[in-house]
């Protein structure tokens, strides 16, 4: 807002030197010459502000009928004032522009000119097209056709950033969420600028995150200049090179003023690559000197004994649970006589994030944790998807839920787009076949997650399953669609069918989620009253030790109640 009040304040002063010097007919100067003439030393740092700082940019222009011819050549007096403080140049800033009405006329490509006045004399020769207002195609032209190497881009691999600069004064005839997304997805930062009436959540679908830096909204034409200021700082002022989205970080990216490092999260190490990651393994170093299991955590481990036996005060041995030996429980069935085939499909896109991802393989982790496997119990397979669908392991391939908790923490994040149908067909078709390990006359569930519009049909197949009697729960996160969830879930939709805004309240899906496949897990001591049984087990055992005695047993029989 500070920027936006001290532009404006220009604009007015400005207004009033034009006024004053109407009568000598001079040209009237732009924002940014004007402010060369009158505030020399911080012209110079504006000039040379971008320099060393190479872009490939691009101009989109909403060139409608609702836009007047006097609004446009305002448009056009903005483009000329951004160009003043870029680098333009082969080597330094590429620039690009199209403008849109019910077609997408592209005016230059990136390597059509090389020097900056040839291309200000370009936007002064644009003709106004005042037809409809396409906004979605001409996004998807700037990511199809604009930013590709034979129209003046330049390779990924060289990092230069990818910057779309949308300026647009209507409501698009056009849907554009998807499109805008998936350009952000592929690299390109995108600035989106509404004029008048524009509808602000149409321009957040647009632009880059964070919005407070990447959408913007004035009243009027004659207002945008004010906005030079603010993306001299933005464009100028610090490349963000992390928000490209080409680094390749499997965990964090950070920026640094010309380029980006890898960090790991917690309990990782960086790898010889500098970009993805390995989880640090103490356990394996085979000191840790527990008797039993070693158990990794975030950043150390910590000792488990088996069944039937706890831990003692050193947290390194174990002993005899006399608790557990006098009640006889061995490990609670969570789902009572549920057993089920279950399938995971999970969804891998680039949208989700290395982050996110590690939280999903958490998630899956504590509905395994809450199942009976084994061989005559549950049985559990996983698929991901991305563009592609990959098997991480089958129904029949693991019977322990450790082994299944250490698949999906080897899991390797697929990071591409989102073919949740392709998902659902691989499901309906391969996972609950009996050459991977579906039983017959055992109930077949499959939990589909996702966190966003899938790239291909979902209904097909997932009707299908349904229709072949397989339960689906379908799970969505962040900006998953309503509509694709109730088409993948099985009905009632209330049982079947979870959303949560963002990851961090994924914990809430869990928790319902096991509440509909699994029974509550009942306490020790709903399950076995010990101080009862023990002395109830002492007296049975007493009475069948003196039957024996009189020959009316064979041999002594020891009673363990269940």
């Not at 004007?34 to 110079?44: A, E, I």
């Not at 305002?74 to 870029?86: G, H, P, R, S, Y």
């Not at 229709?467 to 079947?496: F, M, N, Q, W």
Request: charged share 25%; glycine share 8%; net charge neutral.
């Amino acid at each position: 807002m500070r920027s936006l009040a001290l532009g404006l304040f220009c604009l007015l002063c400005c207004d009033a030197v034009r006024v004053e010097h109407r009568d000598r007919r001079r040209p009237r100067p732009s924002v940014l010459s004007r402010g060369r003439n009158d505030l020399g030393v911080q012209s110079n740092s504006v000039e040379s502000l971008c320099k060393g700082k190479p872009l490939d940019f691009v101009f989109i222009i909403d060139s409608s009928r609702s836009v007047r011819p006097s609004d446009y050549e305002k448009v056009k007096l903005f483009i000329t004032n951004i160009l003043a403080f870029l680098d333009v140049g082969p080597e330094a800033t590429r620039v690009g522009l199209l403008q849109y009405g019910s077609v997408v006329q592209n005016e230059f490509s990136l390597n059509t000119y090389s020097r900056k006045a040839d291309v200000e004399r370009a936007v002064k020769a644009m003709d106004h097209l005042a037809t409809g207002t396409m906004t979605g195609l001409a996004i998807q032209y700037t990511m199809e056709t604009a930013f590709t190497e034979p129209e003046g881009a330049r390779p990924t691999d060289m990092h230069i950033p990818r910057i779309a600069m949308i300026v647009t004064d209507g409501r698009p005839q056009d849907t554009v969420e998807e499109v805008a997304a998936q350009a952000r997805q592929a690299g390109i930062q995108i600035f989106a600028i509404g004029v008048g009436r524009v509808d602000m959540n149409t321009l957040r679908a647009i632009g880059s995150e964070p919005h407070s830096e990447h959408v913007y909204l004035v009243a009027n034409f004659s207002q945008i200049e004010t906005l030079t200021s603010v993306f001299q700082s933005n464009l100028c002022g610090g490349i963000d090179y992390c928000d490209l989205g080409n680094h390749g970080c499997q965990h964090d990216c950070v920026s640094s003023p010309e380029s980006y490092i890898c960090r790991c999260t917690r309990g990782y190490v960086l790898n010889l690559d500098g970009k993805t990651c390995s989880k640090l393994d103490p356990c394996s170093l085979g000191n840790h000197g527990c008797e039993h299991d070693c158990v990794n955590t975030e950043d150390t481990f910590v000792c488990r004994c088996r069944e039937g036996y706890k831990l003692r005060p050193d947290n390194r041995t174990c002993k005899k649970d006399l608790l557990y030996a006098s009640c006889c429980f061995g490990k609670l069935d969570l789902c009572g006589d549920g057993v089920m085939d279950l399938v995971f499909v999970i969804d891998g896109s680039k949208s989700l994030g290395p982050a996110n991802f590690e939280l999903v393989k958490q998630f899956v982790n504590g509905i395994v944790d809450s199942l009976d496997v084994s061989g005559t119990g549950t049985h559990v397979g996983l698929l991901q998807y991305s563009t592609k669908v990959r098997t991480e392991f089958t129904l029949g391939q693991y019977t322990s839920g450790r082994d299944i908790n250490r698949a999906v923490t080897r899991m390797q994040y697929m990071g591409r787009g989102s073919m949740t149908g392709a998902a659902l067909h691989h499901m309906f078709e391969y996972s609950f076949s009996a050459k991977e390990g579906a039983r017959p006359d055992i109930p077949r569930v499959s939990i589909v997650f996702t966190d966003g519009r899938s790239q291909d049909d979902v209904s097909k197949w997932a009707t299908k399953a349904k229709d072949a009697g397989i339960t689906i729960y379908a799970l969505g996160v962040g900006k998953a669609i309503e509509e694709e969830l109730r088409e993948i879930a099985s009905e009632p939709d209330d049982k079947h069918l979870y959303y949560a805004e963002d990851f961090s309240n994924m914990g809430g899906i869990t928790d319902k989620l096991k509440s509909r496949i699994c029974k509550e897990k009942p306490s020790p001591q709903e399950m076995c009253k010990c101080e009862n049984v023990t002395l109830f087990q002492r007296q049975v055992n007493e009475q069948l030790r003196r039957l024996t005695q009189n020959n009316i047993l064979y041999s002594p029989v020891v009673v363990c109640i269940l």
